[in-house]
């Protein structure tokens, strides 16, 4: 029988990325669920600090089905602006929930251009994750950023958070991403990641980028 992954997430939308990726490497994933009153998250300097405090916390509340070989997963992630040196950043959770995707636009409405490659680089943005495994004792880092602009207004449909103001720089060949306005074998064509489905993003995302790095560390990978 496969290993099962148990995942410590409360955001649906993150699950359903590590299950899409982690199923095709032959892993069961499940959400470890533990009550909100019994973890923190702390508001840390960087993705790194948040994801080993988390991972901490996960290991102080394995399930009961946990059987030897089983996995425990956390993961941090969050947007960095180049415009807004890096804001959100560590604090994206709560910026999401206040002032939220047309926020972020606000913030960036006076960096708006005729010239789209000119304007996809003054919008620069990238997301970062930071995944934590623990594994027999051992823990294993990976890391993954995906490099794109925001853009100019929402686009909707699947992913959440803020997915809908992200367009990805397209990738060449072998998946490796290029500059603003370059284009590649991988594109979303100016679509945000909201509005492509959860196969395309995986492609281009930050936390498949941070799973494909953490799980190549594994001695059976
Ligand atoms: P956890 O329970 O796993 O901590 P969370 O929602 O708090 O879930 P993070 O701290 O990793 O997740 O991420 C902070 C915020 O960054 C998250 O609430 C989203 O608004 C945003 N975010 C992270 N990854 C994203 C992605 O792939 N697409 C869009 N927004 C994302």
């Not at 790194?48 to 059987?67: G, R």
Request: hydrophobic share 40%; aromatic share 10%.
């Amino acid at each position: 029988m496969s290993p099962t992954v148990w995942f410590l997430t409360g955001n649906t939308g993150k699950l359903a990325e590590a299950n899409n990726h982690l199923t095709k490497l032959g892993y069961n994933v499940r959400q470890l669920i533990v009550e909100n009153d019994q973890l923190y998250e702390p508001q840390a300097a960087t993705l790194e600090i948040v994801a080993e405090s988390k991972i901490n916390q996960a290991i102080e509340h394995l399930p009961n089905e946990f059987v030897d070989g089983d996995m425990i997963l956390v993961e941090d992630a969050g947007l960095f602006v180049s415009a807004l040196d890096g804001f959100p950043g560590v604090y994206s959770s709560y910026v999401y929930s206040t002032i939220g995707n047309l926020g972020i636009i606000r913030l960036l409405s006076h960096l708006e251009t005729e010239d789209p490659v000119s304007s996809a680089n003054l919008r620069a943005a990238q997301f970062r994750a930071v995944a934590v495994m623990w594994r027999d004792g051992e823990i294993i880092v990976g890391e993954g950023i995906c490099p794109g602009h925001i853009a100019t207004e929402p686009m909707e449909g699947n992913g959440f958070g803020f997915d809908p103001i992200f367009i990805p720089y397209d990738l060449d060949a072998e998946f490796q991403p290029l500059e603003a306005g370059t284009y590649g074998e991988h594109s979303t064509h100016g679509k945000t990641f909201g509005a492509v489905d959860v196969e395309v993003k995986g492609k281009f995302s930050h936390r498949s980028r941070a799973l494909k790095n953490l799980f190549s560390q594994l001695p059976s990978a």
